[in-house]
């Protein structure tokens, strides 16, 4: 069974940072593209940031130059660290690991931008 986990939300005050986590298990990450994904309130789904099993990242512009995706396959997990955070930055985080036809999510994690 496949599950990924996402961890590390919270609540941060605007220009703070914050790294948040997607654990794997069932699969292995490097053999996936793997993307995160956030979720305002009101809002669509919105793609943030992807690794490709290559190494190769692609980020979404509103993050470009504040976040970065890296992964580590020792421990099968990749991360999202997110700097200079702002309030729009506010929404759910979702992992997610791709590689057709599979397509697996996590349960997402609660990132809360706020002074």
């Known amino acids: 069974q496949v599950q990924l986990v996402e961890s590390g939300g919270g609540l941060v005050q605007p220009g703070g940072s914050l790294r948040v986590t997607c654990t794997s298990s069932?699969?292995?990450?490097?053999?996936?593209?793997v993307n995160w994904y956030r979720q305002a309130p009101g809002s669509q789904r919105e793609l943030v940031a992807t690794?490709?099993?290559?190494?190769?990242?692609n980020y979404d512009n509103s993050v470009k130059g504040r976040f970065t995706i890296s992964r580590d396959n020792a421990e099968n997990a990749v991360y999202l660290q997110m700097n200079k955070l702002q309030p729009q930055d506010t929404a759910v985080y979702y992992c997610?690991?791709?590689?057709?036809?599979?397509?697996?999510w996590g349960q997402g994690t609660q990132v809360t931008v706020s002074s």
């Open positions: 997610n690991a791709r590689w057709y036809p599979k397509n697996y």
């Open positions: 690794i490709n099993p290559n190494g190769n990242t």
């Open positions: 069932g699969i292995f990450v490097s053999d996936y593209v």
